[in-house]
């Protein structure tokens, strides 16, 4: 049996495998699960080394790029993490994380969710010298908007006119979650046929 | 008889003599052809330099007109050379060379700041050659502001200002209210249910890195979890998908076990990791739910299209199930398929709900606070358009060129 | 105060740094720098999840939990690719092939091993069908989780199946032909999906601004732990 044919064979009951979960729990499933636990660890840890440690870490550090010298020093705090009694020095690692990513995060959002989403709303929103059925879009979508910032509100209660606006905007977030529900069902399904051309085609060369 | 040979001759030299002449014809007009596609192209002009904007220096743009043999005349331009050198005098070194049809290049390579540089655009066909005239001085200076990015520095210090106001007018203990957040109501009811039933609580706090603020709003929520979990005398079930989240997580769920007094009850063992990757992890945990059968399941943090495979499977176990994601794109698959989902911001706000604490209340208000500026701005944005009145909207565009000039 | 105050200012710094970066160019290589760092850091805090996977299953083995001979195809898997994925780049097969002879029991049971030692291979054959399978598995449960949504009854879920009705069938061939169905798809999509999303991706902002902003000020600090 040649190599080729052995793979695909073998891609072919784990495919199976994966499948028979939608019966229920089964041994095949359970082997192809804890196959594919092992088999993705293995290959991550791998694959981290190769592309990231050794090219950005040990290669920097043999061309004496000192600066490389501190992750080298907080990826050894964060391993310390395995020794009880040090533990404590991996929080300045994951402080570092935290904290870099928090000060990304700010700004970042603060501009894309945001400044640009106002600046998007203003955009649809100019209602001047267009058809009415635009205008009447543009209102809807402000409607929208100001009921979908009212729904959350947290230092308010859901009573009265807050209360009406924020189911307004309650029927608006509805609307738009079932929109991209249906909007991914043919996208799932496409995966699924795809799945199968490799059984029917790859593996018994029926289609 | 005699003429014959004659007339013959003046056949044979006419046949001969046309072709010689067309030959000649067209060496001539070839020649002249070919003398206008070995003249050097018309050089470039109005060469402009220009600082590039809004960067740490080390990049200058340069700008030209193009060759009137590029898009017209002899069409032979075939790129252009930009070249540089810090004396007008030369000597010059391309640094750039971009096809025929550009106007437009940046050098990136190796400028100084406080240097004049000089540069020339050197227009190039297939036989030659033309320079441009030497343009210059300029600097490639560092500048100190992002003037592109003023309009966000207003924002986020009006928003800081804002929540820092209520994080300290909360500190001196005005009591604040927060709405009821149906799906952290549930979450003690979930919890009393699963030590009824004798079975533990499985909490997935997503598929991100712990940089990820969504992340930390899920390592808020299951500190309170744990506690609560410890004091019913519960088992708690953390599969991980990084080993970092996993490293806190596993803190955070021994402290809460020692809050309710009951560091005996916790077993490092229920928070592990799993594996990073997506649908590696789903399988595993898919296992853990219809094997363990958790009475009830958490899925909080940032989730991708496995959401879908978890939810599903959880509710097919028959699980209380609450949700809690800012991945927009994954909130209808929880909404469908399980009983309570946060809703995006609502995930930011459990931390202040679970655990009433002053400060996080308060900055909870300078969020909703911020939230009616933004109403006003969009209300004062339409008003303003109605009027024709632009400005106002340009704020948000990004580049404010008043400030530029 | 190593336990806590350090990590806080290590937190408040970092954060501070990288916020400051976006608005004063000659910093942006720091948000490169501290990148690539935070990127060395995950992939080598890798480790700590492989002792707690070996951790998890060697204990699985002692205590004979239920299912726990499963656990040796894990910890096979994981070793064999660790095997695989280190071996092969140190050029070990290629100093084995140039030690054995030609045609030699030897050298085919070394062509045997290397092939069976593929990362690559391995990688294709076995993690990516399973990974293909398990995400095509969503097409099966997005219509068990439209069920459970029509089961529901409720306002919310009968606004959410509508509209999910509406747009699936407005994305085929077939449902296009129902006259109307495309323009409302349209619609929805443009006006009040459009306009939702657009109230929570700016609550998201607001939220997670502000959640940062509380990590970096040590407001929020529950991923530090409470005792020192």
Redesign the interface.
């Known amino acids: 049996m040649s190599l080729e044919l052995f793979g695909t064979w073998l891609a072919a009951l784990l495919t199976l495998c994966i499948f028979s979960f939608l019966y229920k729990d089964n041994p095949f499933y359970k082997f192809a699960e804890h196959l594919f636990v092992g088999v993705s660890a293995g290959y991550w840890l791998c694959y981290n080394y190769w592309n990231m440690v050794k090219p950005n870490l040990i290669d920097n550090l043999e061309a004496h790029n000192w600066e490389y010298l501190l992750p080298l020093i907080l990826s050894a705090f964060m391993l310390m993490r395995l020794i009880p009694k040090v533990g404590w020095l991996s929080r300045w690692a994951i402080a570092f994380m935290i904290g870099s990513g928090a000060g990304l995060m700010i700004i970042t959002y603060l501009q894309s969710n945001f400044l640009e989403q106002i600046k998007s709303t203003l955009v649809s929103l100019d209602p001047t010298g267009l058809p009415w059925y635009v205008v009447l879009n543009s209102f809807l979508i402000f409607v929208g908007v100001v009921s979908g910032l009212v729904y959350f509100f947290f230092s308010k209660a859901h009573t009265g006119v807050t209360g009406g606006v924020a189911r307004v905007g309650v029927v608006f977030l509805m609307v738009c979650f079932g929109a991209s529900f249906g909007y991914t069902v043919m996208a799932r399904i496409s995966l699924l046929i795809g799945r199968m051309y490799f059984l029917l085609h790859d593996w018994l060369g029926l289609v | 008889m005699t003429r014959r040979p004659h007339r013959f001759l003046r056949r044979a030299v006419l046949s001969l003599a046309l072709p010689m002449l067309l030959f000649v014809l067209l060496v001539a007009t070839g020649h002249a052809q070919s003398s206008a596609f070995d003249r050097p192209p018309a050089p470039v002009t109005n060469v402009a330099l220009k600082d590039a904007p ?4 080390g990049a200058i743009t340069i700008s030209w007109t193009l060759s009137p043999d590029d898009a017209g005349g002899a069409m032979d331009v075939i790129g252009y050379d930009v070249r540089r050198s810090t004396s007008p005098d030369g000597p010059f070194q391309t640094v750039k060379s971009v096809p025929r049809g550009s106007s437009e290049a940046a050098d990136e390579t190796d400028l100084d700041s406080d240097v004049n540089y000089f540069y020339r655009v050197v227009v190039k066909d297939a036989k030659g050659e033309a320079p441009s005239v030497v343009a210059g001085p300029v600097q490639a200076k ?5 003037l592109g ?1 003023l ?3 207003i ?2 210090i009006i ?2 200002t804002l ?1 820092l106001y209520f ?1 300290f007018h909360a500190k001196k203990g005005k009591k ?5 957040l149906a799906g952290l109501d549930a979450l003690d009811e979930a919890v009393g249910r699963a030590t009824e039933m004798g079975k533990p609580i499985l909490y997935v706090p997503g598929i991100s ?6 992340t ?2 899920s ?2 929520i299951l ?1 309170g979890v744990a506690r609560t979990v410890a004091e019913y005398n519960t088992r708690v079930i953390v599969p ?1 998908y ?3 989240v ?3 997580a596993q ?2 769920v ?2 809460g076990f ?2 309710a007094g009951k560091p005996d009850a916790y077993d490092e ?1 229920d928070v ?9 992890f ?3 945990v ?2 853990i739910m ?2 363990e059968k958790p009475a009830t399941n958490l899925f909080i943090g940032m989730f991708f ?2 959401s ?2 978890l ?3 959880g ?2 176990t028959g699980a209380i199930q609450i949700a809690g994601t ?1 991945a ?2 994954q ?3 929880f ?3 399980c009983d309570y989902t946060l ?7 459990a ?2 709900y679970l655990s009433r604490a002053p ?3 308060g ?6 606070w ?2 009616i500026c ?2 006003g ?2 209300a004062v ?2 008003v303003t ?2 009027f ?1 009145i632009e400005s106002f ?1 340009d704020f ?2 990004t580049p404010l060129m008043i400030f530029r000039q | 105060m190593m336990r806590r105050q350090v990590p806080l200012l290590i937190c408040f710094v970092a954060g501070i740094v990288m916020l400051s970066q976006n608005f004063i160019p000659p910093l942006t290589w720091v948000y490169q720098q501290a990148l690539e760092w935070a990127r060395i850091i995950s992939a080598i805090a890798l480790f700590i999840g492989l002792i707690s996977l070996v951790r998890v299953h060697t204990m699985k083995l002692k205590r004979k939990a239920a299912n726990y001979r499963y656990s040796y195809v894990t910890l096979f898997a994981l070793c064999y690719m660790i095997i695989a994925g280190f071996l092969t780049k140190y050029g070990l097969f290629v100093k084995l092939h140039a030690g054995c002879d030609t045609g030699s029991a030897w050298e085919w049971i070394v062509t045997a091993l290397e092939k069976a030692l593929n990362f690559q291979e391995i990688f294709l054959n076995v993690q990516i069908p399973i990974q293909a399978t398990m995400f095509s598995l969503l097409a099966f449960y997005i219509a068990s989780a439209a069920f459970r949504a029509f089961k529901a009854r409720t306002f919310e879920a009968t606004l959410l199946l509508i509209a999910a009705m509406i747009v699936m069938l407005g994305r085929v061939p077939l449902g296009q032909m129902i006259p109307g169905v495309k323009e409302i798809t349209v619609w929805i999509l443009d006006v009040p999906n459009t306009a939702a999303k657009r109230g929570i991706m700016i609550g998201v902002g607001l939220g997670m601004a502000s959640t940062s902003l509380k990590i970096m000020l040590g407001i929020e600090r529950t991923y530090l732990g409470m005792k020192d």
Not at chain 2, 142 to 146: C, G
Not at chain 2, 209 to 214: C, E, F, N, T, Y
Request: charged content about 20%; overall charge negative; some cysteine.
């Open positions: 809004d960067d740490a220096g560092v500048q100190w502001f992002n990015r309009n966000t520095l924002a986020t928003y800081i929540l994080i604040l209210f927060i709405r009821r890195q712990i940089s990820d603020v969504a930390i709003a390592i808020n500190s991980n990084d080993p970092i996993m490293t806190v803190e955070v021994r402290e020692l809050a063992h592990f990791y799993v594996t990073t990757n997506q649908f590696a789903v399988a595993a898919d296992g219809v094997r299209a496995e879908l495979i939810a599903e499977t509710a097919s800012d927009v794109a909130i209808p698959f909404i469908a398929a809703i995006g911001e609502e995930l930011y706000a931390s202040a400060l996080l209340l900055s909870l208000k300078g969020q909703d911020m939230k933004l109403i701005c969009i944005g339409v358009l109605l024709g909207r948000f565009e």
